[in-house]
């Protein structure tokens, strides 16, 4: 189009007011009480009982989820503050600390346990209700992040993906034994990162800009 004026009326005429979205803070509490809840009913196609909180172990196996909880929202509140543009990573020396402390209280919960390493094979269910739980928590916040896309859609959705395998843990801690084995915590890591590869794969192309 040569005539400028004329261009600048109609985009003038068709622009609409940009809506600021919400805090990173606000958005991963609002995106997480709609991804848990898609997690639990999937995860109802699995078959469980009940963890045992009458257990010894069950201090540790509760302040897991505790942190798991913790790691989960502060995870999510990273994903979508690195989508916005200016943010690199911020604040990682915390996400790094919940994870850390995180493995340090499997670990703990490992260690009184009265089978510590486990047998080859232990964890599949694990991994399988992990896997179970958090792909449509990845749909949710793969949605999630569509809506204001990022600069670093990887490093978004790696993030995203830690907070997901977070969510499950919580979700699986309700129905898992509450005395901790090495080959379970193995397959715990596996099922992390699985579901990271898969928010990685399946939503850089729908959340880059």
Same mark, same amino acid.
């Given at each position: 189009?040569?005539? @400028?004026?004329?261009? /600048? %009326?109609?985009?003038?005429?068709?622009? &609409?007011?940009?809506?600021?979205?919400?805090?990173? =803070?606000?958005?991963?509490?609002? =995106?997480?009480?709609?991804?848990?809840?898609?997690?639990?009913?999937?995860?109802?196609?699995?078959?469980?009982? !009940? +963890?045992?909180? !009458?257990?010894?172990?069950?201090?540790?196996? #509760?302040? #897991?989820?505790?942190?798991?909880?913790?790691?989960?929202?502060?995870?999510?509140? &990273?994903?979508?503050?690195?989508?916005?543009?200016? @943010?690199?990573?911020? $604040?990682?020396?915390?996400?790094?600390?919940?994870?850390?402390? =995180?493995?340090?209280? %499997?670990?703990? $919960?490992?260690?009184?346990?009265?089978?510590?390493? #486990? @047998?080859?094979?232990?964890?599949?269910?694990?991994?399988?209700?992990?896997?179970?739980?958090? *792909?449509?928590?990845?749909?949710?916040?793969?949605?999630?992040?569509?809506? &204001?896309?990022?600069?670093?859609?990887?490093?978004?959705? +790696?993030?995203?993906?830690?907070? *997901?395998?977070?969510?499950? $843990?919580?979700?699986?801690?309700?129905? @898992?034994?509450?005395?901790? %084995?090495?080959?379970?915590?193995?397959?715990?890591?596996?099922?992390? /990162?699985?579901?990271?590869?898969?928010?990685?794969?399946?939503?850089?192309?729908?959340?880059? *800009?």
């Amino acid at each position: 189009m040569n005539n @400028h004026d004329a261009l /600048i %009326e109609r985009l003038s005429r068709d622009v &609409t007011p940009v809506k600021r979205p919400a805090s990173p =803070w606000q958005r991963a509490l609002g =995106w997480m009480l709609v991804a848990m809840p898609c997690g639990f009913l999937a995860s109802l196609m699995m078959p469980s009982a !009940a +963890a045992n909180w !009458a257990d010894p172990g069950a201090l540790w196996a #509760g302040l #897991g989820m505790l942190v798991s909880l913790g790691l989960g929202v502060f995870a999510l509140k &990273t994903a979508f503050a690195l989508s916005i543009a200016g @943010h690199k990573l911020p $604040q990682w020396r915390w996400l790094a600390a919940f994870s850390v402390v =995180w493995l340090l209280v %499997e670990l703990l $919960q490992i260690t009184s346990s009265g089978d510590p390493v #486990g @047998h080859f094979g232990d964890g599949i269910y694990c991994y399988t209700f992990m896997m179970i739980a958090g *792909i449509p928590m990845v749909v949710v916040v793969v949605a999630a992040l569509r809506l &204001t896309r990022s600069l670093y859609p990887a490093g978004s959705l +790696a993030i995203a993906g830690l907070g *997901i395998a977070a969510m499950s $843990q919580i979700i699986l801690g309700f129905c @898992h034994p509450v005395a901790g %084995e090495l080959m379970d915590l193995l397959m715990h890591l596996a099922a992390a /990162i699985t579901l990271i590869a898969i928010a990685v794969l399946a939503g850089r192309r729908w959340i880059a *800009i």
